[in-house]
């Protein structure tokens, strides 16, 4: 089962900033925060990952939260092709160890993002 | 540097039937991840395959497999075909070298309809 808690969905005003929370209270120190966004019928798109500290890259920004339960992204300035599932995934570091943890990405129901003009 | 490419885009078929869906990986990633993602759902993890060898499955039954060649490339078979096996099917490569700083890189899946 996923192990983080997003609202099923969310409008947001096009030029706005979109915050997207997610609530991740179980997570443990060795676990990353992922998200990704899947455009209808299209494969999933990395947006972004951190562990403790705020990251920021051309698409967005990463918030985590200084007890790492919970984290916004925050797309600064949406736009109409922004209108997407959100995914905020937490995820175990892969190990190389033959049986380790395959690192892969358990995902939830997400956040339906609307962007409206 | 070519992205993950999956084939083919849509198919149709009947229940009990086999079917062979495939993936390209992008070039030098050593890791291959399948995914089902029925409709309304998030992506379900089906099993990873790590230089060429199973390396984790998640909850699918035996009929679910792959193989992962030294081109990059990669193949999901699904045997004895169920109606509940309709979905979309994603591959999603990456260059594994411990931590959890490789992103996953998805192709754009293939539609699988079981009549």
């Known amino acids: 089962d996923a192990k983080t808690t997003q609202p099923p969905s969310m409008d947001c005003a096009e030029g706005r900033a979109a915050n997207l929370p997610c609530n991740h209270s179980?997570?443990?120190?060795?676990?990353?925060v992922y998200w990704y966004r899947q455009i209808h019928s299209q494969g999933p798109q990395y947006i972004i990952h951190g562990l403790k500290n705020n990251e920021t890259n051309e698409m967005a920004s990463l918030i985590i939260t200084e007890d790492r339960k919970s984290s916004t992204l925050i797309l600064p300035h949406a736009t109409l092709r922004d209108t997407a599932v959100y995914y905020c995934?937490?995820?175990?570091?892969?190990?190389?160890?033959?049986?380790?943890?395959?690192?892969?990405?358990?995902f939830g129901k997400g956040t339906k993002l609307s962007v409206k003009p | 540097e070519t992205g993950v490419t999956q084939s083919p885009t849509h198919l149709i078929k009947t229940r009990g039937q086999q079917v062979t869906l495939r993936c390209s990986s992008q070039?030098?990633?050593?890791?291959v991840s399948w995914y089902q993602q029925a409709l309304g759902q998030g992506p379900q993890f089906i099993f990873q395959?790590?230089?060429?060898?199973?390396?984790g499955r998640g909850n699918f039954p035996p009929r679910f497999s792959g193989l992962q060649f030294p081109n990059y490339s990669s193949e999901l078979n699904v045997n004895a075909l169920e109606l509940d096996d309709s979905a979309l099917y994603l591959c999603a490569s990456s260059f594994s070298r411990g931590g959890a700083r490789d992103e996953q890189f998805f192709g754009p899946g293939t539609r699988l309809t079981v009549l």
């Open positions: 395959y790590y230089r060429e060898e199973e390396n």
């Open positions: 995934i937490v995820r175990v570091a892969f190990s190389m160890l033959r049986g380790g943890s395959q690192g892969n990405l358990i």
């Open positions: 070039s030098g990633h050593n890791t």
């Open positions: 179980t997570i443990s120190g060795n676990e990353y």
